[in-house]
Protein backbone atom coordinates (compact mmCIF):
# COMPACT_ATOMS: atom_id res chain seq x y z
CA UNK A 1 0.00 0.00 0.00
CA UNK A 2 2.63 2.60 0.68
CA UNK A 3 5.20 1.60 -1.42
CA UNK A 4 3.35 2.51 -4.40
CA UNK A 5 2.29 6.39 -4.02
CA UNK A 6 1.15 7.37 -7.98
CA UNK A 7 0.32 10.93 -6.18
CA UNK A 8 3.50 12.12 -4.76
CA UNK A 9 3.14 15.15 -5.15
CA UNK A 10 -0.54 16.23 -3.80
CA UNK A 11 0.42 16.09 -0.14
CA UNK A 12 -1.33 12.67 0.21
CA UNK A 13 -0.15 10.77 4.15
CA UNK A 14 0.24 7.57 1.81
CA UNK A 15 -2.55 6.09 3.16
CA UNK A 16 -4.65 4.85 0.04
CA UNK A 17 -7.17 2.63 -0.48
CA UNK A 18 -8.95 0.63 -3.42
CA UNK A 19 -6.17 2.15 -5.50
CA UNK A 20 -7.33 5.38 -5.55
CA UNK A 21 -9.07 6.42 -2.31
CA UNK A 22 -5.88 9.16 -0.39
CA UNK A 23 -5.73 10.29 2.77
CA UNK A 24 -5.10 14.17 2.08
CA UNK A 25 -2.71 16.20 4.55
CA UNK A 26 -4.31 19.41 4.47
CA UNK A 27 -4.51 22.15 7.20
CA UNK A 28 -7.98 22.26 8.08
CA UNK A 29 -9.87 25.61 7.05
CA UNK A 30 -9.46 28.91 9.26
CA UNK A 31 -13.10 28.71 9.92
CA UNK A 32 -12.90 25.60 11.59
CA UNK A 33 -10.19 26.59 13.45
CA UNK A 34 -11.32 29.86 14.48
CA UNK A 35 -14.45 27.80 16.11
CA UNK A 36 -12.31 25.14 17.42
CA UNK A 37 -10.35 28.01 19.81
CA UNK A 38 -13.56 29.87 20.79
CA UNK A 39 -14.85 27.24 22.11
CA UNK A 40 -12.32 26.60 24.50
CA UNK A 41 -12.66 30.26 25.07
CA UNK A 42 -16.81 29.26 26.06
CA UNK A 43 -15.63 26.76 28.25
CA UNK A 44 -13.71 29.23 30.47
CA UNK A 45 -15.91 31.76 30.67
CA UNK A 46 -18.96 29.00 31.44
CA UNK A 47 -16.53 27.39 34.07
CA UNK A 48 -16.54 30.85 35.88
CA UNK A 49 -19.92 32.46 34.50
CA UNK A 50 -22.47 29.86 36.00
CA UNK A 51 -22.26 27.33 38.86
CA UNK A 52 -20.21 24.79 37.75
CA UNK A 53 -17.42 22.22 39.44
CA UNK A 54 -18.98 19.92 42.17
CA UNK A 55 -16.41 20.38 45.53
CA UNK A 56 -14.91 17.14 46.73
CA UNK A 57 -15.79 17.18 49.83
CA UNK A 58 -19.26 15.54 49.56
CA UNK A 59 -20.88 18.81 51.23
CA UNK A 60 -23.51 18.77 48.31
CA UNK A 61 -21.69 22.51 47.08
CA UNK A 62 -20.41 23.43 44.49
CA UNK A 63 -18.41 26.65 42.51
CA UNK A 64 -21.18 29.61 42.24
CA UNK A 65 -19.94 31.66 39.15
CA UNK A 66 -19.77 34.84 39.02
CA UNK A 67 -23.13 36.24 39.04
CA UNK A 68 -24.79 33.54 41.42
CA UNK A 69 -27.33 32.79 38.51
CA UNK A 70 -29.41 29.24 39.16
CA UNK A 71 -31.73 27.33 37.14
CA UNK A 72 -34.32 27.62 39.59
CA UNK A 73 -33.99 30.89 40.10
CA UNK A 74 -34.78 31.79 36.94
CA UNK A 75 -37.54 29.26 36.78
CA UNK A 76 -39.17 30.99 39.86
CA UNK A 77 -39.17 34.57 38.21
CA UNK A 78 -40.25 33.45 35.36
CA UNK A 79 -43.22 31.98 36.95
CA UNK A 80 -43.87 34.65 38.82
CA UNK A 81 -44.11 36.47 35.82
CA UNK A 82 -46.73 34.20 34.61
CA UNK A 83 -48.29 34.62 37.75
CA UNK A 84 -48.69 38.34 37.52
CA UNK A 85 -49.83 38.04 34.35
CA UNK A 86 -52.67 35.61 35.26
CA UNK A 87 -53.34 38.27 38.02
CA UNK A 88 -53.55 41.13 36.04
CA UNK A 89 -55.73 38.97 33.04
CA UNK A 90 -58.23 37.93 35.78
CA UNK A 91 -57.91 40.69 37.61
CA UNK A 92 -62.07 41.87 36.17
CA UNK A 93 -63.39 38.17 36.84
CA UNK A 94 -61.76 37.86 40.44
CA UNK A 95 -63.23 41.49 41.27
CA UNK A 96 -66.88 40.56 40.14
CA UNK A 97 -66.86 37.05 41.86
CA UNK A 98 -65.58 39.83 44.98
CA UNK A 99 -68.54 41.63 44.17
CA UNK A 100 -71.58 39.75 43.55
CA UNK A 101 -74.09 37.66 44.97
CA UNK A 102 -73.63 33.92 43.98
CA UNK A 103 -77.26 34.17 42.54
CA UNK A 104 -75.80 37.27 40.24
CA UNK A 105 -72.92 34.83 39.66
CA UNK A 106 -74.92 32.16 37.93
CA UNK A 107 -76.75 34.37 35.80
CA UNK A 108 -73.35 35.50 34.13
CA UNK A 109 -72.92 32.48 31.72
CA UNK A 110 -69.03 33.51 31.16
CA UNK A 111 -68.64 34.61 35.22
CA UNK A 112 -70.14 31.28 35.77
CA UNK A 113 -68.11 29.32 33.06
CA UNK A 114 -65.00 30.80 34.72
CA UNK A 115 -66.14 30.49 38.40
CA UNK A 116 -66.22 26.57 37.35
CA UNK A 117 -62.97 26.43 35.80
CA UNK A 118 -60.82 27.89 38.64
CA UNK A 119 -62.85 25.69 40.95
CA UNK A 120 -61.46 22.30 39.88
CA UNK A 121 -57.86 22.54 42.02
CA UNK A 122 -59.24 23.86 44.70
CA UNK A 123 -62.07 21.32 44.45
CA UNK A 124 -59.30 19.05 45.00
CA UNK A 125 -57.39 20.40 47.50
CA UNK A 126 -60.27 20.92 49.77
CA UNK A 127 -63.35 19.16 49.11
CA UNK A 128 -62.29 15.66 47.18
CA UNK A 129 -61.02 13.87 50.03
CA UNK A 130 -64.56 13.92 52.01
CA UNK A 131 -66.88 14.27 49.27
CA UNK A 132 -64.87 12.15 46.15
CA UNK A 133 -63.38 13.15 42.74
CA UNK A 134 -66.16 15.64 41.00
CA UNK A 135 -68.55 15.18 44.10
CA UNK A 136 -69.41 11.28 43.68
CA UNK A 137 -69.49 10.91 47.00
CA UNK A 138 -67.68 8.65 49.66
CA UNK A 139 -69.31 6.35 52.16
CA UNK A 140 -70.39 8.50 54.88
CA UNK A 141 -70.49 11.70 52.94
CA UNK A 142 -72.81 13.14 50.74
CA UNK A 143 -72.65 12.68 46.96
CA UNK A 144 -72.88 16.50 45.77
CA UNK A 145 -73.69 15.11 42.58
CA UNK A 146 -76.83 14.46 42.31
CA UNK A 147 -80.21 16.30 43.50
CA UNK A 148 -81.17 14.55 46.49
CA UNK A 149 -80.00 17.22 49.14
CA UNK A 150 -80.06 17.78 53.04
CA UNK A 151 -80.01 21.24 53.37
CA UNK A 152 -80.95 22.07 50.27
CA UNK A 153 -79.59 22.50 46.67
CA UNK A 154 -80.29 26.27 45.76
CA UNK A 155 -77.51 28.03 45.32
CA UNK A 156 -78.09 30.22 48.21
CA UNK A 157 -78.68 27.12 50.41
CA UNK A 158 -75.46 24.98 48.54
CA UNK A 159 -73.26 28.29 49.79
CA UNK A 160 -74.65 28.26 53.45
CA UNK A 161 -73.71 24.91 53.40
CA UNK A 162 -70.00 25.33 52.53
CA UNK A 163 -69.54 28.79 54.32
CA UNK A 164 -70.85 28.40 57.33
CA UNK A 165 -71.28 23.92 57.58
CA UNK A 166 -73.62 21.96 58.60
CA UNK A 167 -74.23 19.62 61.47
CA UNK A 168 -77.63 17.28 61.56
CA UNK A 169 -78.91 16.02 64.55
CA UNK A 170 -81.02 13.13 64.75
CA UNK A 171 -82.04 11.90 68.68
CA UNK A 172 -81.27 8.21 69.73
CA UNK A 173 -84.69 6.20 69.60
CA UNK A 174 -86.49 8.56 68.50
CA UNK A 175 -87.31 12.27 69.50
CA UNK A 176 -88.40 11.22 73.12
CA UNK A 177 -85.26 8.73 73.09
CA UNK A 178 -88.20 6.46 74.42
CA UNK A 179 -88.34 3.95 71.45
CA UNK A 180 -88.00 0.02 72.83
CA UNK A 181 -85.63 -2.59 70.39
CA UNK A 182 -88.89 -4.18 69.59
CA UNK A 183 -90.28 -0.89 68.32
CA UNK A 184 -86.76 0.32 66.80
CA UNK A 185 -86.93 -3.15 64.70
CA UNK A 186 -90.23 -2.08 63.77
CA UNK A 187 -89.67 1.26 62.44
CA UNK A 188 -86.32 0.13 60.34
CA UNK A 189 -88.51 -2.61 58.23
CA UNK A 190 -91.37 0.66 57.64
CA UNK A 191 -87.97 2.96 56.97
CA UNK A 192 -86.88 0.17 54.22
CA UNK A 193 -90.30 -0.32 53.16
CA UNK A 194 -90.78 3.45 52.55
CA UNK A 195 -87.74 3.16 50.42
CA UNK A 196 -89.11 0.48 48.27
CA UNK A 197 -92.30 2.42 47.90
CA UNK A 198 -94.29 -0.37 50.01
CA UNK A 199 -95.09 2.02 53.39
CA UNK A 200 -98.56 1.67 53.04
CA UNK A 201 -98.52 -2.54 53.21
CA UNK A 202 -100.70 -3.70 56.50
CA UNK A 203 -97.61 -5.92 57.52
CA UNK A 204 -95.57 -2.27 58.40
CA UNK A 205 -98.44 -0.77 60.05
CA UNK A 206 -97.08 -1.33 63.49
CA UNK A 207 -93.75 0.52 61.81
CA UNK A 208 -95.66 3.58 60.74
CA UNK A 209 -97.27 3.43 64.25
CA UNK A 210 -93.47 3.82 65.14
CA UNK A 211 -92.52 6.34 62.99
CA UNK A 212 -95.07 8.83 64.72
CA UNK A 213 -94.43 7.98 68.39
CA UNK A 214 -90.76 8.57 67.52
CA UNK A 215 -91.80 11.77 66.30
CA UNK A 216 -89.94 11.09 62.90
CA UNK A 217 -91.99 12.55 60.99
CA UNK A 218 -91.11 16.01 62.29
CA UNK A 219 -87.87 16.00 60.68
CA UNK A 220 -88.14 13.26 57.77
CA UNK A 221 -91.76 14.38 56.93
CA UNK A 222 -94.93 12.57 57.57
CA UNK A 223 -94.18 10.19 54.35
CA UNK A 224 -90.63 10.02 54.71
CA UNK A 225 -89.97 13.06 53.03
CA UNK A 226 -88.63 15.87 54.78
CA UNK A 227 -91.01 19.12 54.23
CA UNK A 228 -88.27 21.30 54.36
CA UNK A 229 -84.37 20.49 53.68
CA UNK A 230 -83.13 20.65 57.55
CA UNK A 231 -80.54 18.02 57.88
CA UNK A 232 -82.82 15.18 57.46
CA UNK A 233 -82.32 12.64 55.19
CA UNK A 234 -85.16 11.67 52.61
CA UNK A 235 -86.04 8.27 53.18
CA UNK A 236 -88.30 7.51 50.27
CA UNK A 237 -85.12 7.27 47.86
CA UNK A 238 -82.81 4.90 47.59
CA UNK A 239 -79.84 7.06 48.27
CA UNK A 240 -78.63 6.41 51.61
CA UNK A 241 -76.59 8.56 53.29
CA UNK A 242 -74.51 5.75 55.56
CA UNK A 243 -75.62 2.16 53.84
CA UNK A 244 -78.61 0.46 52.48
CA UNK A 245 -77.88 -2.67 55.20
CA UNK A 246 -80.58 -2.69 57.70
CA UNK A 247 -78.27 -3.24 60.56
CA UNK A 248 -77.07 0.42 59.62
CA UNK A 249 -80.38 1.50 59.54
CA UNK A 250 -81.05 0.26 62.75
CA UNK A 251 -77.96 1.73 64.12
CA UNK A 252 -78.95 5.16 62.48
CA UNK A 253 -82.35 4.93 64.60
CA UNK A 254 -80.57 3.15 68.02
CA UNK A 255 -77.72 5.73 68.37
CA UNK A 256 -79.04 8.88 66.50
CA UNK A 257 -76.47 11.12 64.57
CA UNK A 258 -73.94 13.54 66.60
CA UNK A 259 -75.65 12.83 69.43
CA UNK A 260 -73.42 14.03 72.14
CA UNK A 261 -73.45 13.38 76.22
CA UNK A 262 -71.89 15.85 78.10
CA UNK A 263 -69.78 17.19 75.51
CA UNK A 264 -68.95 13.17 73.92
CA UNK A 265 -70.43 11.33 71.24
CA UNK A 266 -72.20 8.87 72.10
CA UNK A 267 -71.38 5.11 71.73
CA UNK A 268 -72.72 4.28 68.11
CA UNK A 269 -74.10 7.75 67.00
CA UNK A 270 -73.17 9.15 63.61
CA UNK A 271 -70.76 11.03 63.08
CA UNK A 272 -71.76 13.70 60.12
CA UNK A 273 -70.60 16.98 60.40
CA UNK A 274 -69.68 19.35 56.99
CA UNK A 275 -66.93 21.88 58.50
CA UNK A 276 -67.66 25.44 57.80
CA UNK A 277 -65.05 26.63 55.22
CA UNK A 278 -65.11 30.69 55.79
CA UNK A 279 -62.48 30.34 57.72
CA UNK A 280 -60.28 27.09 56.22
CA UNK A 281 -60.42 28.45 52.53
CA UNK A 282 -57.97 31.24 51.46
CA UNK A 283 -59.54 34.11 49.89
CA UNK A 284 -63.08 33.09 51.86
CA UNK A 285 -64.97 35.79 50.23
CA UNK A 286 -64.44 34.54 46.49
CA UNK A 287 -63.71 30.93 46.94
CA UNK A 288 -66.27 30.11 48.92
CA UNK A 289 -68.81 31.45 45.97
CA UNK A 290 -66.30 29.94 43.18
CA UNK A 291 -67.36 26.73 45.10
CA UNK A 292 -70.76 27.33 45.19
CA UNK A 293 -71.30 27.98 41.83
CA UNK A 294 -69.41 24.27 40.97
CA UNK A 295 -70.80 22.89 43.84
CA UNK A 296 -74.62 23.95 41.96
CA UNK A 297 -73.41 22.68 38.23
CA UNK A 298 -72.27 18.86 39.16
CA UNK A 299 -75.60 17.66 38.81
CA UNK A 300 -78.52 18.74 40.73
CA UNK A 301 -78.21 22.60 41.61
CA UNK A 302 -81.96 23.93 41.53
C1 LIG B 1 -64.18 16.53 56.61
C2 LIG B 1 -65.07 16.10 55.57
C3 LIG B 1 -65.67 17.15 54.66
C4 LIG B 1 -65.00 18.08 53.88
C5 LIG B 1 -63.51 18.32 53.78
C6 LIG B 1 -66.01 18.77 53.13
N1 LIG B 1 -67.25 18.29 53.45
FE1 LIG B 1 -69.01 18.93 52.69
N2 LIG B 1 -69.99 17.67 53.94
C7 LIG B 1 -69.42 16.76 54.80
C8 LIG B 1 -70.46 16.04 55.50
C9 LIG B 1 -70.25 14.93 56.52
C10 LIG B 1 -71.68 16.56 55.04
C11 LIG B 1 -73.06 16.12 55.47
C12 LIG B 1 -73.47 16.86 56.70
C13 LIG B 1 -74.71 16.26 57.26
O1 LIG B 1 -74.83 15.02 57.28
O2 LIG B 1 -75.57 17.02 57.68
C14 LIG B 1 -71.34 17.58 54.06
C15 LIG B 1 -72.30 18.32 53.38
C16 LIG B 1 -72.01 19.22 52.36
C17 LIG B 1 -73.00 19.93 51.60
C18 LIG B 1 -74.49 19.84 51.80
C19 LIG B 1 -75.00 18.64 51.04
C20 LIG B 1 -76.48 18.48 51.09
O3 LIG B 1 -76.92 17.39 50.71
O4 LIG B 1 -77.19 19.42 51.43
C21 LIG B 1 -72.33 20.67 50.65
C22 LIG B 1 -72.93 21.57 49.59
C23 LIG B 1 -70.92 20.42 50.84
N3 LIG B 1 -70.76 19.55 51.89
C24 LIG B 1 -69.92 20.98 50.07
C25 LIG B 1 -68.57 20.87 50.37
C26 LIG B 1 -67.55 21.59 49.68
C27 LIG B 1 -67.73 22.50 48.49
C28 LIG B 1 -66.38 21.26 50.29
C29 LIG B 1 -64.98 21.81 50.01
C30 LIG B 1 -64.80 23.21 50.27
C31 LIG B 1 -66.68 20.33 51.36
N4 LIG B 1 -68.02 20.11 51.38
C32 LIG B 1 -65.74 19.76 52.20
C33 LIG B 1 -68.08 16.56 54.98
C34 LIG B 1 -67.07 17.30 54.39
C1 LIG C 1 -84.50 16.02 64.91
C2 LIG C 1 -84.68 15.56 63.58
C3 LIG C 1 -84.77 14.05 63.36
C4 LIG C 1 -85.61 13.16 63.93
C5 LIG C 1 -86.65 13.40 65.01
C6 LIG C 1 -85.34 11.89 63.32
N1 LIG C 1 -84.37 12.00 62.39
FE1 LIG C 1 -83.65 10.54 61.24
N2 LIG C 1 -82.24 11.77 60.51
C7 LIG C 1 -82.11 13.10 60.86
C8 LIG C 1 -80.88 13.61 60.34
C9 LIG C 1 -80.37 15.01 60.49
C10 LIG C 1 -80.26 12.52 59.68
C11 LIG C 1 -78.88 12.47 59.09
C12 LIG C 1 -78.78 13.02 57.76
C13 LIG C 1 -77.32 13.03 57.39
O1 LIG C 1 -76.48 13.46 58.18
O2 LIG C 1 -77.06 12.60 56.32
C14 LIG C 1 -81.15 11.41 59.80
C15 LIG C 1 -80.89 10.18 59.24
C16 LIG C 1 -81.75 9.11 59.34
C17 LIG C 1 -81.56 7.85 58.68
C18 LIG C 1 -80.40 7.50 57.77
C19 LIG C 1 -80.81 7.76 56.36
C20 LIG C 1 -79.78 7.41 55.33
O3 LIG C 1 -79.96 7.88 54.21
O4 LIG C 1 -78.82 6.68 55.60
C21 LIG C 1 -82.62 7.08 58.99
C22 LIG C 1 -82.87 5.65 58.53
C23 LIG C 1 -83.48 7.83 59.87
N3 LIG C 1 -82.91 9.08 60.04
C24 LIG C 1 -84.64 7.37 60.40
C25 LIG C 1 -85.30 8.04 61.42
C26 LIG C 1 -86.40 7.47 62.18
C27 LIG C 1 -86.99 6.10 61.93
C28 LIG C 1 -86.74 8.39 63.09
C29 LIG C 1 -87.78 8.28 64.20
C30 LIG C 1 -87.59 7.17 65.06
C31 LIG C 1 -85.91 9.55 62.90
N4 LIG C 1 -85.05 9.29 61.88
C32 LIG C 1 -86.00 10.72 63.63
C33 LIG C 1 -82.98 13.85 61.60
C34 LIG C 1 -83.98 13.31 62.40
Known sequence: MAGHNPWPDEGNTGHIWDEDLRELDNPPPLWWMLS?????????????????????NNSGEFTKGLTGWTAIEEYNE????????RVAKFAD???????????????????????????????????????????????????????????????????????NGRIGNMPAKGMMGNLTDEEID????????????????????AGKAVYAKGMCLACHGPMGKPLAPAGAANLTDQ???????????????????????NGEYIEGTRQAIMPAFKERLPNADVNVKRLAVYTHQLGGGQ
Open 78 to 85: DFQVLKDW
Open 186 to 205: SVTDYVIALSEGKANDASFA
Open 239 to 261: VWRFSSDRQTIRNVIAHGVNVKK
Open 93 to 163: KEEQLAAMSVADILKDDDLRQYAVATSKVLFGDYCAACHGAGGAGNPSFPVLADDDWLWGGNIAQIEASIK
Open 36 to 56: FYAGFIMIIFYTLYYPTIPLT
